[in-house]
């Protein structure tokens, strides 16, 4: 009787009923349906960015500064800098906030000086507010220091075909998640607005974009023959199912948070155990 008592303390009633919501869990995670797919090939094939021969972003474009809610242009944010533009979701719940962090982690790793180069965002959910862009930018880089952070930008409808006319981008809207299938893209402009590369954000190193950014800054410009398809989208949408890495690293999770469970337990039973003794 003593045992029963011990094992009913609130130390492990708590204990067996986060292992139950593990396991339950666990089963959602690997028993669950398909999620039923939105959108299909057809549409994730039209998602790239291919810059026509001699691309340029137009400088007059009007846009809103999300940080001080005021109007300015394009070409006031790029600042007559070489800059990098990441066209972005500010309420993505993929890879947009890994994308705009590791673009400000391979620039810091570039060494050089923070006026040598630009940062800017661009929203691409015309429902984003300033609001909704300084949340992505506090949760993403935390207490950073300001001169840090990407100049971030609210572009109207008009605003936004504009621009991503410009640049060949193309995303599509998926109602069904309420999520874009976009480009994850990393955009290197020159000075004048010219699109000098399309580069990966998530494959960036400090050394190779100092180089693009040292070529940029000069003038040049890279071959944009290159179709950059990665996308920035949580599942495989022409399947209905989540892709194989996320599918394992949820698996692989709920497994790990079972296992340390069932060690808890065990743990608690030979200490109740030796209580009696």
């Known amino acids: 009787m003593r045992?029963?008592?011990?094992?009913?303390?609130?130390?492990?009633?708590?204990?067996?009923?986060?292992g139950l919501g593990a396991l339950l869990a666990l089963g959602l995670i690997l028993g669950s349906k398909p999620a039923?797919?939105?959108?299909?090939?057809?549409?994730?094939?039209?998602?790239?960015?291919?810059?026509?021969?001699?691309?340029?972003?137009?400088l007059d474009l009007a846009v809103t500064d999300a940080r001080t809610g005021q109007p300015t242009t394009l070409g006031k944010a790029l600042d007559g800098r070489a800059a990098l533009l990441?066209?972005?979701?500010?309420?993505?719940?993929?890879?947009?906030?890994?994308?705009v962090s590791m673009s400000v982690e391979a620039l810091a790793a570039t060494g050089l000086a923070r006026d040598d180069y630009g940062l800017v965002l661009v929203g691409i959910d015309l429902r984003d507010d300033p609001a909704?862009?300084?949340?992505?930018?506090?949760d993403t880089l935390g207490d950073r220091d300001a001169s840090a952070r990407p100049r971030a930008l609210i572009a109207s409808d008009t605003a936004l075909a504009r621009l991503t006319g410009a640049l060949g981008y193309q995303a599509v809207y998926d109602a069904g998640t309420d999520s874009f299938a976009h480009p994850a893209a990393a955009i290197l402009l020159a000075a004048d607005g010219r699109v000098?590369?399309?580069?990966?954000?998530?494959?960036?190193?400090?050394?190779?974009?100092?180089?693009?950014?040292?070529?940029?800054?000069?003038?040049?410009?890279?071959?944009?023959?290159d179709r950059l398809t990665l996308l920035c989208y949580g599942y495989d949408a022409a399947r209905g199912l989540y892709t194989p890495l996320i599918q394992r690293i949820l698996t692989?999770?709920?497994?790990?948070?079972?296992?340390?469970?069932?060690?808890?337990?065990?743990?608690?039973?030979r200490l109740t155990h030796r209580r009696q003794a």
């Open 36 to 58: 039923a797919a939105r959108l299909v090939q057809a549409d994730l094939a039209r998602v790239a960015v291919t810059p026509p021969p001699g691309a340029r972003v137009p």
């Open 3 to 18: 045992f029963v008592r011990h094992l009913s303390s609130p130390a492990l009633d708590a204990t067996w009923r986060c």
């Open 252 to 269: 692989g999770a709920g497994i790990v948070t079972i296992l340390a469970i069932a060690l808890l337990i065990a743990a608690l039973t």
């Open 196 to 225: 000098a590369r399309v580069l990966s954000p998530l494959a960036l190193t400090g050394r190779d974009l100092r180089l693009a950014l040292t070529e940029a800054g000069e003038g040049r410009v890279g071959s944009l023959a």
């Open 86 to 99: 990441l066209p972005v979701d500010y309420t993505c719940g993929n890879v947009c906030d890994p994308m």
């Open 132 to 138: 909704a862009a300084r949340r992505m930018l506090a």
